[in-house]
């Protein structure tokens, strides 16, 4: 079973008192204030692996259920029925790089990059989309901040691409388009390619309950099938929204959400020092 140490930092001159080693690759070595975000988040600083040290005055071992790298956080699990779950933030605050461990009961105080909401998702001014040139009817995206650009995506129908790469893709359906995909197992294959990129989802423009008033196919083959895509390939969601407009705003969000965490992983992941998975197919 893999543990989470905390050592007494043997540089007796930083305000932080701890050196916490996660287990992840190598061991991320961060300094901090206290054993465990109690009451409050607790900052960390990096410090490189090489700064364990030696002989570690060990001041607390906590074994652990799971550690797992998710985007620019690390989430832990203590193998423990009390102050059992953390989370280690890659963040920024006020425009410089930072590291915060906190806890659920600390969570709202750890967030120093959150903002009001807007209009503008995830702040950005001008999002760029990229929609698949075959896409017929496609959204607009007349009244947010948003440049379309028509080009042949490789899956998906609305796409967000950074670096000549695709970071983030929707695949648009109405209920009828998803029920005959569905049971002609076009969408199995789709979502096979869609779940070979880092982020993708598909958009459906009605509501779930719609599938249970189908009558020339049995409601429960639909869900069933529906249910048994989303276990297959769980890294794609299929979000159900109740109109066109409501779907096209939804693709929106998820696409600046997208490209948010896009821009920010790879800063993240240097700075973690370990390397960022492969998305992992179903077989």
């Not at 550690?67 to 953390?86: F, H, L, Q, W």
């Not at 993240?268 to 077989?283: H, T, W």
Request: proline share 7%.
């Amino acid at each position: 079973m893999s543990e989470l140490l905390i050592a007494a930092n043997p540089d007796s001159d930083s305000r932080l008192a701890y050196l916490l080693r996660v287990p992840l690759g190598e061991g991320i070595v961060l300094r901090t204030s206290g054993t465990w975000p109690r009451t409050k988040a607790l900052y960390c600083y990096p410090v490189p692996p090489e700064a364990w040290p030696v002989v570690p005055e060990i001041v607390e071992r906590v074994p652990l259920r799971s550690c797992v790298r998710r985007g620019a956080a690390i989430d832990i699990v203590a193998d423990r029925s009390r102050e059992n779950r953390s989370q280690i933030v890659f963040t920024t605050a006020r425009g410089r790089d930072a590291v915060f461990w906190q806890s659920p009961r600390t969570r709202k105080q750890a967030r120093p990059s959150v903002t009001l909401p807007s209009a503008r998702a995830a702040g950005i001014e001008q999002l760029e989309i990229v929609v698949d040139a075959h896409e017929r009817y496609a959204y607009r995206f007349s009244g947010q901040q948003v440049r379309t650009v028509s080009r042949a995506l490789p899956c998906g129908d609305y796409g967000i691409v950074i670096d000549e790469a695709l970071v983030a893709s929707v695949e648009r359906k109405s209920l009828p388009d998803l029920v005959s995909s569905l049971i002609a197992g076009k969408l199995r294959y789709a979502l096979g390619e869609l779940a070979a990129l880092p982020r993708a989802a598909v958009v459906v423009e009605d509501r779930y309950s719609q599938i249970y008033k189908l009558d020339r196919v049995r409601p429960a083959l639909i869900a069933d099938g529906l249910a048994e895509c989303q276990i297959r390939w769980p890294n794609v969601p299929i979000q159900f929204c109740e109109n066109r407009s409501l779907a096209e705003e939804w693709t929106y969000r998820y696409l600046a959400a997208a490209q948010s965490w896009a821009t920010a992983e790879a800063a993240a992941i240097q700075r973690m020092g370990i390397a960022a998975e492969e998305p992992q197919e179903s077989s």
